[in-house]
Structure formats: structure tokens, C-alpha cells
């Protein structure tokens, strides 16, 4: 992940909340995730970046934000409640995964 002073910018702009679990959690048991994963072409822009907490990031693993969220629809809503950031098209991905 990129330097100490963009993950603590991106964790900011998410006001330190996890977008998954929608919880609040110290910055050393936050992580910056990647919402569409490296390795299927996601960037480390800002729309591509969430704060997400270890246990969520561990849940998700490698996969994209919208395969992760198909079937949780309870994460799924607070990542769109929070995960204001993210690119228009991502963003849409999830809204639209069943
Ligand atoms: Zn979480």
C-alpha cells in the first residue's frame, strides 16, 4: 500500500468508519482497501480506495467489492451509505450486484 500519509488521508476522508461494517475503529486496526482488487485492474486512486477494518478485510479477501457484497446486504448498504468517494462506475457495480 502506498505511504503512511495517504492511507491516514484516505482512513480521514472515511472519518476512520469501516464502509462495510459501518464501525468506528482506531486507525492502527484500520486498512486501506481496494475496491475493484489490483489484480483484476483496480488502481490506488481515491475512487478505488475505503477504509475497511482487519476482520472486514480479512472476510473479503481478494475479491471485489460487489462480489463480496452480493450476498450481504447489510454491509452492502452501509458501503453505499459511506463509501462516498468511490468512483461512479464501482459504486454503480454494487448496486447492481445480486
Ligand atoms: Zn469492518
Redesign the pocket.
Known sequence: MASPDRKRKILELHGFR??????V?PPEELTVDHVEPRVKGGDHSEGNLVA??????REKAGLAAWSFLASRPVQRANFLLHARWVWPRLRRAVEEAV
Not at 469501516?18 to 464501525?23: D, L, Q, S
Not at 475497511?52 to 478485510?57: D, E, F, I, L, T
Open positions: 469501516c464502509v462495510y461494517c459501518a464501525e475503529w475497511c477494518c482487519a476482520a472486514c478485510n
